[in-house]
């Protein structure tokens, strides 16, 4: 790690030497990061504040991803601009996630916040931080990067009425009877004036819990709706959650666990529908926060040379395809996020059809700071902003992975017995369901948007969200299976072998091959994007690569149990079809799971 961070040193040294004659002050970035907050059940429709400040004066970005459906190792990937198979991070707790794992990666001394520092920004940082960054390890070592800081601390982090807090690597304080979203929104704001009160440039953070369900862990685990401040009672009654043709569908879509679901009943849809508008009342702390700091801004006359970026960590599903309140998934609920940006050249009111993700957050952070990560310090790219930007962008693709549990977090909620979860407190009986690790790819280009995967069982999943936005027909599943269906002009078939290639190099890809993986598998530079591939003369030489496969469902990242991992480049030669090929339908049968159907042979 130490010649890594010797080289952005020595990077950020250069660029700050050769800034040095201009007298501009770098901008500064006030960063808003929610819990679990929706885009498919309309949660920014019910931030009027938010609307207001950013909406109308920024840009949203419709098509933003986060990369991996699970809080911690969402925000690994949001700080370090690595992909998630790159840090390693992939739970929330041990032994393959939470603050332990963070720790023992590295990442706590070699993230967003201390290259930030390095150039020359003053950083803080109010809320959550990170899974099982608790009162038993806050100090073992304390978390790095961050001049003023009052972080949220497990086993309290989700109770509304009961957060315990490390201020600036002080012992755990309770505020036990305060709501937690107004706690820490009030830590923002104080540390938003002490960083003006210098000449510095700053970076802060303000993560609250909201709309994250409402947990306690010890002595058992429970789970149950959000709570909210008593002043935000009386909104949304007459609120429900949008009855998409997903939502607790007749017909079932889905491989694996989620196929064999049953419909939710009326009491269920009731407990979920008040789950939902529990969920909007908490986010009411964020929007009026929101409001809040602008203000302040406004008043010291910092708006006009501030970023301000609002997101979270990831989606949320609640009854679509009979699902219980949770996250885990690759379906857009779970994966599809909100990303709005306001600040300098940002254009107000608008709405971005680029293609982006979490991946990229880091990156263009430290570019408007100044100081562009070297090409392979970070998997990702720096958003496009402005209009030109946009225009420019040819991103298609955003890769996605999980490994472990699905967890429902409903009362109702339960998905059966997969064993025991432990979160550092004591195991408690699983109502989780294992066998969810999977490797997956969206791409939004012209004429189409798909959703491919491969998940441990090896069980495939294409769907063509044109014509089927609820992901609900599985292209590949025998029953879908048509041989003269086309989907961006070529047939199903043709069009899941480009897919899955593509999924093989994301897998397992590093900087600029997360970026550009279609020079992986074309180097001489022909091939651009998915419409390029699917050109007939390479249908041989797809027709031979190797299929992305597990031998066996992990709990976390094992590359060992994760199948092969190169592509073989195309070299212009004819490349007849092979044994590996995908020449129909076969039942097959991985470990305990039932027999189930997969385009392999």
């Known amino acids: 790690m130490w010649y890594r961070l010797a080289a952005l040193a020595a990077l950020f040294l250069a660029t700050s030497q050769a800034s040095s004659s201009t007298s501009k002050k770098q901008p500064n970035i006030l960063f808003i990061l929610t819990d679990d907050q929706d885009w498919h059940m309309e949660s920014l429709q019910h ?8 909406l109308n004066e920024g840009t949203l970005y419709a098509n933003h991803y986060c990369t991996v459906a699970l809080c911690c190792p969402s925000r690994v990937n949001l700080w370090t601009g690595k992909a998630a198979h790159n840090t390693n991070v992939t739970d929330v707790w041990a ?37 099982h960054h608790s009162v038993e390890n806050y100090n073992q070592p304390y978390a790095g990067g961050f001049n003023g800081s009052d972080f949220v601390l497990d086993p309290y982090t989700y109770q509304y009425r009961n957060a ?35 000449d510095d440039p700053w970076f802060l953070v303000h993560a609250p819990i909201a709309p994250h369900s409402s947990v306690q862990l010890i002595p058992d685990v429970v789970m149950d709706k959000p709570e909210y401040a008593d002043r935000h009672a009386h909104l949304f009654h007459d609120y429900i959650i949008p009855r998409d043709e997903n939502f607790n569908p007749e017909t079932q879509g889905g491989v694996s666990w989620v196929k064999d679901l049953p419909r939710l009943n009326d009491t269920v849809i009731r407990y979920n529908d008040e789950f939902q508008r529990s969920r909007l009342r908490a986010l009411q702390s964020v929007d009026e926060s929101v409001e809040h700091m602008v203000r302040i801004l406004e008043e010291a006359g910092e708006l006009e040379n501030t970023y301000i970026f609002y997101t979270t960590d990831n989606g949320y599903h609640i009854s679509q395809h009979r699902m219980h309140p949770g996250k885990e998934c690759g379906f857009e609920t779970d994966v599809h996020i909100p990303l709005i940006v306001r600040g300098p050249g940002v254009s107000a009111g608008h709405v971005s059809k680029a293609v982006t993700a979490h991946t990229d957050i880091a ?8 100081h562009s990560l070297p090409e392979d310090a970070s998997d990702g790219y720096p958003l496009p902003l402005t209009t030109e930007e946009m225009q420019a962008s040819k991103q298609e693709h955003v890769t996605i992975e999980y490994w472990g549990l699905a967890i429902p977090e409903g009362l109702w909620g339960s998905y059966g ?21 999977y490797k997956a790819v969206r791409v939004i280009g012209e004429g189409y948007s798909l959703y491919y995967a491969v998940w441990c069982t090896n069980e495939t999943e294409l769907y063509d969200l044109k014509t089927d936005p609820g992901e609900l027909r599985n292209l590949l599943a025998p ?11 070529r047939p199903v078939d043709q069009l899941a072998r480009r897919l899955d290639a593509l999924t093989m190099v994301l897998k397992s890809c590093r900087g600029r091959s997360c970026v ?16 390029d591939s699917l050109d007939e003369r390479f249908d041989d030489f797809y027709q031979t690569q190797p299929r992305v496969s597990f031998t066996d469902c992990k709990m976390g990242y094992l590359p060992e149990y994760e199948g092969p991992m190169d592509v073989r480049p195309f070299d212009g030669k004819d490349h007849a079809a092979s044994g590996a090929g995908w020449g129909g339908w076969e039942q097959v049968t991985l470990g305990r799971n039932r027999g189930h159907w997969s385009l392999w042979t």
């Open 47 to 54: 931030m009027p504040l938010l609307q207001k400040h950013l």
């Open 164 to 198: 315990t807090m490390s201020r600036n690597g002080g012992g755990p304080v309770s505020y036990a009877g305060q709501y937690s979203p107004d706690v820490t929104a009030a830590k923002a704001h104080g540390f938003l004036r002490e960083a003006m009160a210098h």
């Open 516 to 531: 550009e993986p279609w020079r992986d598998l074309h180097p001489s530079g022909d091939v651009h994007g998915l419409l």
């Open 95 to 131: 032994p393959y996630g939470g603050y332990p794992k963070v720790v023992r990666e590295g990442i706590n001394d070699d993230y967003l916040p201390h290259w930030l520092q390095a150039a020359g920004y003053n950083t803080y940082y109010s809320g959550k931080l990170w899974n």
């Open 363 to 370: 990156s263009t952070i430290m570019t408007l700071a100044g």
């Open 417 to 437: 017995d997969a064993g025991m979860i432990d979160p550092g407190y004591g195991s408690q009986p699983s109502i989780a369901v294992g066998n969810n690790t």
């Open 479 to 489: 029953e879908h299976h048509d041989k003269d269906l086309r989907v961006a002009g």
